[in-house]
């Protein structure tokens, strides 16, 4: 399960970088609140990053706010996309939902809900 979880990690990481930086419009993604697909997509990271890492809390957080003002930053430069710290908060309130939901996983897996 470990290695399936970091290998959907990676897989996760690259769709989301790919979608950050493409110019082509993805329609369903086009449709919807801009900050929801940044919540959404960081939700899913931190999940698999959970799932697959042992890491300390301090060192995924660091390694997630890493990916999210590498996105902005990368964003920047591109003459389609800018650098919005509302992107980054985005991102950050995914994270947060997804330790939350990564301690209900745990939970219910244990059988303690």
């Known amino acids: 399960m470990r290695y399936l979880s970091r290998v959907l990690f ?3 990481l690259l769709g989301v970088e790919y979608l950050s ?3 082509k ?3 369903i993604i ?3 609140w801009d900050k929801f697909n940044h919540f959404v997509a960081f939700f899913a990271l931190t999940f698999l990053l959970n799932l697959g ?3 300390k809390f301090k060192t995924k957080i660091i390694i ?3 990916i999210a003002f590498q996105i902005e930053i ?3 430069f591109l003459d389609f996309r800018e650098f919005s710290l509302l992107d980054i908060v985005a991102d950050m309130v995914g994270v947060g939902f997804g330790i939350i939901g990564y301690k209900i996983y745990k939970k ?3 059988g303690k809900i």
């Open 10 to 12: 990676f897989i996760a």
């Open 21 to 23: 930086f493409t110019p």
């Open 25 to 27: 419009n993805i329609a």
């Open 74 to 76: 990368v964003q920047s």
């Open 30 to 32: 086009q449709n919807s």
């Open 64 to 66: 997630l706010l890493v």
């Open 108 to 110: 219910a897996l244990n």
């Open 53 to 55: 890492f042992n890491l």
